[in-house]
């Protein structure tokens, strides 16, 4: 407990981690320089993009990523801690987990993909450790791409995961 905590504690420190919007810690260490016109981009997107963006993301014991989704894909990537499960719910109302880790024999990757538009939360599954990951976007991540819907509107949406919308919804 003690020790993973200040191991945390020294990643935040270390790679100069702020509070994230969504829950947890996170910096963006990459911002490509070259830019996609909009006119480029799917209609989806409302203006010029760069071409990727990636964060670290640090998320400590009970803190949870809450129920978001972004128009891009979300390539994720494990560094350190204990492993992440990835609850994501696709556009089509059906829903599946990843799990974020080092240890294929218990069904953990060290890269798993959000797809765009999908709406997707993570958690810690060890509540006395922490997560240390890193999430790229691209195109690159801007937060007029970014919604972070209330339980109550996620619950009208996808009323059958409604235990799993409480759980990780602001």
């Known amino acids: 407990g003690i020790k993973e905590m200040n191991h945390s504690r020294y990643w935040i420190e270390k790679l100069n981690l702020q509070p994230h919007p969504e829950g947890g810690y996170f910096r963006e260490v990459?911002?490509?320089?070259e830019t996609i016109p909009k006119?480029?981009?799917p209609?989806?997107?409302?203006?010029?993009?760069?071409?990727?963006?990636?964060?670290?993301?640090?998320?400590?014991?009970?803190?949870?990523?809450a129920f978001h989704r972004i128009k891009q894909d979300e390539l994720w990537h494990f560094y350190d801690g204990a492993s992440l499960t990835i609850h994501i719910i696709d556009p089509d109302g059906s829903y599946h987990a990843e799990k974020l880790g080092r240890n294929p024999d218990e069904g953990e990757v060290p890269f798993a993909v959000v797809k765009a538009g999908a709406f997707f939360a993570a958690e810690v599954n060890?509540?006395?450790?922490?997560?240390?990951?890193?999430?790229?976007?691209?195109p690159?991540?801007?937060?007029?791409?970014?919604?972070?819907p209330e339980g109550k509107v996620l619950l009208e949406q996808f009323p059958k995961?409604?235990?799993?919308?409480?759980?990780?919804?602001k």
């Open 43 to 65: 209609e989806r997107f409302s203006g010029d993009r760069v071409f990727s963006t990636s964060i670290y993301f640090l998320l400590e014991r009970d803190q949870f990523s």
């Open 140 to 148: 690159g991540f801007e937060f007029a791409d970014f919604e972070m």
């Open 39 to 41: 006119v480029c981009l």
């Open 126 to 138: 060890d509540k006395t450790s922490f997560t240390l990951a890193g999430c790229t976007v691209a």
């Open 30 to 33: 990459y911002r490509s320089g």
């Open 161 to 169: 995961y409604e235990e799993i919308i409480r759980k990780f919804s």
